[in-house]
């Protein structure tokens, strides 16, 4: 009994130092959170928002004569555009309820606007915005109009379909979107609108249209207006630009947008001429997508942070002022399960000055509030003062990012620029290095490599002369035994021999190639030897070329994937180019296609190697140079293929030209064979594993 009174009386001291303590219910976000590398690949990361509010409406008691408490509760139906005024009070465009909900900062709800009778009536709101004087100008999608009410509520006036022949008599006007700038200009988002923006003067007079997406290219389009008829052409559907979704404003006055049908250039900023400012680029995350990315919503805080929402994925996208990604944080709700953080159907999107982030989701009819945790707050103090030029005043808050996440690679650009102000090249290079920043880089290499220059060029002199007299000497021996040496070498090694005949091939074509057809230069096993080298050439560019004229991932390369895209495409031209020889009565054999074919890359070779070493040595400044000798190997490379067609199978040059095209049409069919049994292999297999699973699982 003693035993079981003390067991007792500790299980209660151990409960109430357990409810003594502050411990959070859940300390976890119900998503998963990323930054991005350099190239634009997610990378986890410490969750930059959570989750802390969930709002359904439920709250709103409006007055009900006919219910018993005398009123009745009309929760949010179909939440679209959000809001925010100067006070961080938040506006709701309830389109199901056909009104404009107000919250003051601490989310009470205040009063409705536009739901009552007479010309202030709102019909299916998508859109709100709120002037810097209090007007509350309402996308009155329902009855194609933008309604503006009084600080007060009061209806004031609306602006109806222009008045104007350039807007056209068919072109729709449903305002689901839009902003008021500090000269009383609207800037509209229409149902449909591929013309881009409206815009209207503060008296409604049509100003034009602003903001408009490219239609992009499109393979099947160009090939109809190539081959189709006028008529044929006339039963096709227009070919359109998307339409802007969504508009908003920053305190510069500066204008964005979001595009749902697109999957470039979703978000875009526009200046006071309608040039777009940020890059064209893709803003969403191949990783995370199932099918086009679908931003339908886009906001910028008082620092420039720009926020942009996924209505395909829920996932919510922050980058910095000038486009480069932040984070990516949220998700979609599992089933017919309700969680705070995770969205449905995005419909609108508002920022406060505290760094709120709300998010409207029109199928689950709810509000998600997300608050800055920390690492957000650190990061977006860090880009404020990155954007605006005080590198060394960003550089501590740069150097917390990386101890909570040693994986955010912008941190590093920003230490590099204020190691780069402060005249640290070295520094900042290593920094920019792990960043890979190209341009950062190479400023700061010109830097490092003048400083160096200065400090070693009388060396530079003396190891420049000594190479010259090493060259002479050597080239001076080897002339004088010259003849003898090559007899031996042809008698010692036929393999070197064959290699070595790669010199007349690239210097004197016609006769190199000559020699291969007709006097047995070169062999299988030399042909295979200079296509592995140009293979390893390839390979050694891309891990040992500068950063700065780098354009893919060195960590993401795929020694599979690189040995398919260079050997594959070449095996299938010696067999594409042989069977159109074949029958456009060439004399080639196909040992002699392989072999010529195979030196055809030693330009390649040749050029490739030192110039992957000097561009360890380059600038931007020397990028005309490091391209220019690039293009050389390919032409050089192309040349070659020319004259082979036409010596091997002793071809007029006329005769070659249309042989080379058939060559390449053949290799895409025996591509598009090749890609067509793999894949019915892996159908065949995929079935065959199927049925022996099933048949396993019935008989035993």
């Not at 949220?330 to 089933?335: H, K, P, T, V, Y």
């Not at 069919?669 to 894949?679: D, T, W």
Request: aromatic share 14%.
């Amino acid at each position: 009994m003693q035993r079981f009174y003390r067991l007792s009386v500790s299980l209660v001291i151990i409960g109430l130092v357990i409810v003594g303590l502050k411990v959070p219910i859940s300390a976890a976000v119900p998503y998963p959170s990323f930054s991005f590398d350099a190239w634009g690949q997610p990378v986890v990361s410490p969750a930059p928002y959570e989750p802390i509010l969930m709002l359904d409406g439920f709250d709103i008691r409006l007055e009900d004569p006919w219910s018993i408490s005398g009123y009745a509760i009309v929760p949010f139906s179909q939440p679209q555009g959000l809001a925010v005024d100067s006070k961080n009070h938040l506006y709701i465009a309830d389109a199901g309820n056909n009104r404009i909900v107000e919250y003051d900062d601490e989310f009470n709800y205040l009063r409705s606007i536009g739901d009552s009778s007479g010309q202030g009536r709102l019909s299916r709101p998508q859109g709100v915005f709120v002037h810097e004087d209090g007007r509350i100008f309402v996308a009155d999608t329902g009855n194609s109009r933008v309604a503006v009410f009084s600080p007060t509520g009061e209806f004031m006036q609306a602006y109806g379909r222009p008045d104007s022949q350039i807007f056209g008599v068919d072109y729709r006007f449903a305002p689901v979107s839009l902003v008021v700038d500090h000269r009383g200009s609207l800037f509209i988002v229409t149902e449909g609108g591929y013309r881009g923006l409206v815009q209207l003067s503060e008296s409604g007079e049509f100003l034009g249209f602003i903001g408009g997406n490219q239609a992009g290219f499109d393979l099947m389009w160009v090939l109809k207006q190539i081959f189709f008829t006028e008529e044929q052409l006339g039963r096709e559907k227009r070919r359109l630009p998307g339409s802007p979704s969504f508009v908003t404003i920053d305190q510069r006055g500066q204008i964005y947008t979001a595009t749902i049908s697109t999957s470039h250039a979703q978000v875009k900023r526009f200046n006071l001429g309608g040039i777009n400012t940020l890059p064209e680029r893709d803003y969403g995350a191949p990783y995370f997508r199932t099918g086009v990315s679908m931003f339908n919503a886009v906001a910028v805080d008082p620092k420039g942070i720009i926020t942009a929402v996924d209505a395909n994925t829920g996932q919510i996208f922050q980058y910095t002022p000038n486009g480069d990604k932040l984070f990516v944080f949220g998700g979609r709700s599992i089933a017919a399960i309700e969680r705070m953080g995770l969205i449905n159907q995005a419909a609108g999107l508002a920022i406060r000055s505290d760094g709120l982030i709300i998010v409207s989701d029109s199928r689950s009819n709810t509000l998600h509030v997300f608050k800055p945790t920390e690492f957000a707050q650190l990061v977006h103090e860090a880009v404020y003062l990155f954007e605006d030029g005080r590198y060394d005043d960003s550089a501590k808050y740069w150097e917390e990012v990386l101890r909570r996440n040693s994986n955010f690679d912008f941190a590093h650009r920003g230490l590099g620029m204020a190691a780069y102000q402060n005249e640290e090249f070295e520094t900042a290079m290593d920094h920019f290095y792990l960043a890979q920043y190209a341009d950062g880089y190479s400023d700061a290499f010109w830097w490092a490599r003048r400083a160096w220059l200065l400090n070693h060029f009388d060396k530079v002199l003396i190891i420049l002369a000594a190479v010259w007299v090493v060259y002479q000497i050597v080239n001076r021996v080897y002339l004088r035994h010259r003849p003898r040496q090559k007899r031996d070498w042809y008698r010692v090694n036929r393999l070197l021999g064959d290699l070595m005949h790669a010199k007349t091939v690239i210097f004197h074509p016609s006769e190199g190639f000559y020699d291969v057809r007709w006097s047995n230069k070169g062999s299988w096993l030399s042909a295979c030897v200079i296509v592995l080298l140009a293979f390893a050439t390839k390979l050694f560019s891309l891990y040992y070329t500068n950063l700065i004229f780098m354009s893919i991932d060195r960590n993401r390369i795929n020694l599979g994937i690189e040995a398919m895209t260079f050997i594959l495409p070449w095996v299938i031209w010696v067999i594409g180019h042989y069977l159109i020889s074949a029958l456009k009565e060439g004399e080639g054999r196909f040992k002699d296609v392989f072999i010529a074919s195979a030196y055809c890359l030693v330009p390649y070779i040749v050029i490739m190697l030192p110039l992957t070493l000097i561009s360890n040595v380059m600038t931007n400044y020397e990028a005309p140079v490091y391209h220019f000798f690039q293009n050389v190997a390919v032409i050089w490379s192309a040349i070659l293929f020319f004259v082979m067609v036409y010596t091997i199978h002793n071809y007029e040059i006329f005769e070659a030209i249309p042989n080379c095209i058939l060559s390449v049409l053949m290799m895409v069919v025996i591509g598009a064979i090749g890609g067509l049994v793999i894949g019915m292999t892996f159908n065949v297999s995929d079935f065959a594993v199927g049925l022996y699973k099933e048949v396993i699982y019935r008989v035993f």
